[in-house]
């Protein structure tokens, strides 16, 4: 009997990628219990993988090029302007003078301990450096992240439970005519009509410098500065969540409580939000989850094109002074922030969903 | 219910505009030294940023090269990117893909594993990371790109094989000896057809927009004409007119690109999707 269950938990386990979320199962309590308790752990494993693959290449790309490693870690303009002291500091901080395996326990503890390595541009550690710039990148990809997936979410209701219709068929094929558009261009669009042509946003930046703004005035000015890369970003990217909306509006609307709710004399703003609109949330949550990657990139590149002091405009410089260090640190810190934001979002996937929060 | 997918594509609107599109940029690609007389980095001796003329379509650029000459030499190194990470990466998700769902047990396990963590993984990062020290050309960036985009594509394959191998036909095959390589390529991939154009619609949409982005941050092969390195270029110059001329229509080619290829996967993924298909009927007098 126990061998049995064991293998009808595996295939369980197996088949549950497959499945799309929203088809329920009534397994055994205790068999959910276990299932959910596995998937984390499997899905947790998941991003572990994922974060060494990282930093194996973080740690091999260098020392795997032609020459001395030192050089391609620091790149080689800054070689030549480095005094012998700072270069035979930075090499006992790498351990580069020892062996493979004992650098790459060196490379792992300073990590452990927040060292990202030295920025020769800057001359400042890397972290420091990420730091200072991080803020602006958060404020525009998490503004932009919950605009477009509620926007979408509202879009995608109203546009599927009108399916066919006018409403429908403009807000389609607009939003895919969006989505088309590299964020950049879009960034580049938007700059060049509400920047150089009207002159209704400023060109570069994210506030206006020794300005001596403070409290609402500063809070305006920095909005202003949003505003533009922020809608660039929004209208390329709500189309994801959008489409998957409407899709499952559509079947949604097909399910038979939706008749029930009909039949009770339920209002059609509630069967639109309160009835399908709830059980559509869940694929939308997950969307949005996978789409944080995306919204990431799409923020690297449009930050470049407002230089906005966030991030990508960071790691756009560093690739242009060749600052090899600053790169790498740029580069893992967002494969975390990556990887926890996606474990979050499926963390919080099960609180939404009542079917697996009941089972726990 | 038989449904021919081709068909319902080529009728509906959306896919019309997508395949119209991706004809258009196909034939601008291909038929590039036709459609002008320079060639890509000529100096022409029209003066450096003049107005588009009947010379020069789209004007000239800082070095006196002709913008429209540039714009379809573009286009071939997109396209191609595209069109081979499309070919290489529907390979390897099927290859992988349709043998673990053939083999089973620890191997699909492997694989699965293998796909699950690749997925998450941020493949620009990945790219960007490894361009920066590897001087890109366009052979790596089909390769890291492919290495990249496997892997939803094997989920979705297996899937698929899974549901095929216990047809009768597949099954017959196996009672009769076929090897795997058969039962994949004779009995598998002939009824993934529309499956797989969707997949390779996907994958070279992604890899369209990879290139041009990365192209952008200035990680591309200094060799080839790209659209992403056009526009960063003619990005310095908005203070001058030529934007109207030099980064609008480079942008623009770029973007219905992509349109062209969303359009045409959106009209294909509906058609393939059950749930979705039935245009006539609206729920609301459905009730």
Redesign the interface.
Known sequence: MKTTWAESLMQDLEMRHLESPKVGWDVQKATAKILAFLRRGALFSNHLIAFAIILTLNFLLPRMMPGDPFQAIYGEEALLAMTPQLKAELISRLALDQSMSQQFVAYIVALASGDLGHSYFYNQDVLAVILDFLPWTLLLTGTALVISTILGFILGIESGYRRGSGLDKTLLASLMFFNGFPDFFMGIVLLLIFGVVFGMVPLSGALTPYSGLEGLPLAIDILHHLIAPLTALVLVRVTSAYLLTRNTMITTLKENFILTARAKGCSEGQIKYRHAGRNSLLPVVTATGLMIPHMITGALFVEIVFSYPGVGWLLYNSLLTRDYPLIQGILLMVTVAVLVTNLLVDLLYSKLDPRVSHAR | MHVDIWHEVTESN?GKAGLILIGLMVALAVFAPVLSPYSPRENTDTPAFSRPSEEHWLGTNDARQDIWTQLLYGARTSLSVGFGVALLSTFISVLIGGTAAIFGGLYD?FW??VV???????????I???A??LRPNVLLMVLLLSALSWPGGA?VIR?QT?TLKERMHVSAARTFGASWSHLLFRHIIPDLGPILVAMMIQDARRAV?ME??LS????SDPSVMSWGKM?QYA?VF?YLEV?KWW??PT?LA???T???L??TG?ALESAL?P??RG?GE???G??
């Open positions: 959306v396990r699965m594993r699950d963590a690749t997925i998450a993984i941020p493949d620009v990062i990945v960007i990371l490894v920066a020290y989920r899937a899974l927009f041009a982005g952008f941050l200035g990680i526009m990005r908005t934007w980064l609008l942008g770029l973007s219905l992509l349109i062209g969303s359009f959106f999707d749930r979705l245009r609206s729920h609301e459905g009730i």
